[in-house]
């Protein structure tokens, strides 16, 4: 339960400014902050999103960064906050061929901030997945160029390929654990949204066989709530997607 995520994302990557920025004027990052562009590996003349003590989002370009500090000129301050006001953690159980990248991809661009791909027992493992050519390395590179792609403020945490068992027990610190679930439930995704106004969700994804009789027993056990969201049987990485921009329409800031 010590692992830590492996692409520097998190609170670590928010480029905070000290104080509310004048547009087009040179502003001095402190030294939490040139850490943070750190994380975003980002080069001179690159665009990033920074917020200010006032939780201001603004556009801003690097206009410089050495050994001896950072500047960012702010040219635009958005409209409404980067990063929405739910935090969503997508477990994910890791599918085949291309399909995490995908997921990966549009998750970002939905505003999830955490995701942790995870074995089970219909899933592939990462031994099967790099048995051709290992492309788990990929990953975090995947989420940190969707993350600039869509202005993100802060980059997704993505941690390493975790057991079924820790899986359920990363998600216990969410106040609401919900499991996408294919089988007969009395309670669909939205039903269960409405009823809960969570800050802090865990969503379980399956694999493309769905989970097993004793996978759901189990993670009804450790609190979660097995949720439907249509009646059509999803491929995983339509489910997560789904999935995750209803709790977003529903609790965060689409639509």
């Keep these: 339960m010590s ?3 492996v692409n520097k994302g998190g609170p670590k990557s928010l480029i905070r400014l000290d104080a509310v920025p004048a547009l087009e004027t040179e ?7 040139v850490a943070a562009v750190g994380c975003w590996e980002a080069r001179p003349g690159e665009v990033l999103t920074c917020v200010d003590p006032e939780q201001g989002c603004y556009r801003a370009r690097l206009a410089s960064l050495d050994s001896g500090g950072g500047v960012v000129v702010p040219f635009e301050k958005l409209k409404r906050p ?7 953690e997508v477990f994910q159980a890791l599918p085949e061929k291309e399909r995490f990248e995908l997921i990966l991809q549009k998750l970002t661009e939905i505003g999830v901030a955490r995701i942790v ?3 089970s027992e ?6 099967e997945r790099d048995a051709g050519q290992k492309k788990s390395h990929r990953w975090p590179d995947v989420v940190l ?9 802060v980059i997704p945490e993505l941690f390493p390929v975790v057991s079924w068992d820790e899986a359920l027990y990363r998600a216990n610190h969410c106040a609401l654990r919900l499991m996408l679930y294919e089988g007969e439930t009395s309670w669909t995704l939205r039903e269960a949204l409405e009823k809960e106004n969570s800050a802090r969700i865990a969503l379980l994804v399956g694999p ?4 097993s009789e004793d996978e759901v027993e189990e993670a009804r056990a450790m609190g979660f709530l097995p949720v439907s969201v249509g009646p059509r049987i999803l491929r995983t990485e339509t489910a997560a997607i789904v999935g995750a921009a209803v709790v977003q329409f529903a609790l965060g800031d689409l639509g």
């Excluded at 219909?122 to 031994?127: I, K």
């Excluded at 160029?145 to 403020?153: H, I, L, N, P, W």
């Excluded at 493309?208 to 989970?211: S, Y």
């Design 3 to 5: 692992q830590e995520c």
């Design 27 to 33: 502003v001095t990052l402190s030294p939490k902050a």
């Design 82 to 88: 980067a990063e929405s006001l739910v935090t969503l």
């Design 117 to 119: 791909p995870f074995v």
């Design 122 to 127: 219909r899933s592939t493992t990462p031994e």
């Design 145 to 153: 160029r969707a993350a600039k792609q869509c202005r993100r403020a």
């Design 208 to 211: 493309e066989g769905g989970f």
